[in-house]
């Protein structure tokens, strides 16, 4: 990720489009802003959300509210709860997918 020369920004996040993602159950709603071929995201899950997908991806993952379950293709699983972040390569531990039981509110970066 390399972020382009560009002066101060300011966002208020509340003014950023909403678009919603289905899971293979609940939904993912995305608040998206890209600089550069960084792509930086307020993403609230729905309570029961579980993704529809295995990502690939590298990310930095930051918990603001409720609890986020990362599990990796390898079977190795993650409870994240406010005030805690994941950060993963495009390269190296396996591909990896969110769920949540209770709803969850993340910042994330990749």
Not at 5 to 22: A, L, Y
Not at 29 to 47: H, K, N, P, S
Not at 77 to 88: A, D, N
Request: aromatic residues 10%; hydrophobic residues 35%.
């Amino acid at each position: 990720m390399k972020l382009p020369d560009q002066p101060f920004v300011v966002t208020d996040w509340s003014t950023v489009p909403v678009t919603e993602h289905p899971g293979e159950t609940g939904k993912a709603f995305w608040r998206t802003l890209t600089m550069g071929d960084a792509r930086i995201r307020q993403v609230e899950y729905t309570a029961g959300y579980l993704a529809d997908h295995w990502c690939d991806r590298g990310h930095i993952l930051y918990v603001l509210e409720g609890e986020l379950e990362t599990e990796l293709r390898d079977g190795r699983r993650f409870t994240l709860s406010p005030g805690m972040s994941y950060q993963v390569s495009d390269f190296g531990d396996p591909a990896h997918r969110s769920s949540t039981k209770t709803g969850a509110k993340l910042f994330i970066v990749d």
